[in-house]
């Protein structure tokens, strides 16, 4: 299973910004590219409608079983300090 997060936050007279982290679950899924990139267009359409900014992209692979996603506690703590909402969109 595939999954994105993309975290936003805004700040006053300032474009959405986002946060956006893509998982596959193979190896073989990350090489190919195309869990991925069709994770990376889904990211850019919504950006594209709502006027945002991709701040930063983390990328995984990883198993959905495994808790332990570096990348995952990463995207989190990016938006911590902002105490910004976190949107989970699933692929």
Do not use: C
Request: net charge negative; aromatic share 8%; glycine share 6%.
């Amino acid at each position: 299973m595939r999954s994105t997060l993309v975290d936003n936050f805004v700040h006053e007279d300032q474009m959405e910004k986002f946060v956006s982290y893509l998982r596959v679950s193979t190896d073989r899924q990350g090489k190919s590219g195309l869990g991925l990139e069709a994770q990376r267009h889904q990211v850019e359409q919504h950006l594209n409608s709502v006027g945002g900014d991709l701040v930063s992209e983390l990328v995984e692979v990883e198993s959905g079983k495994r808790n332990n996603r570096p990348k995952l506690h990463e995207a989190i703590a990016l938006s911590s300090p902002l105490y910004s909402p976190l949107d989970f969109w699933f692929l």
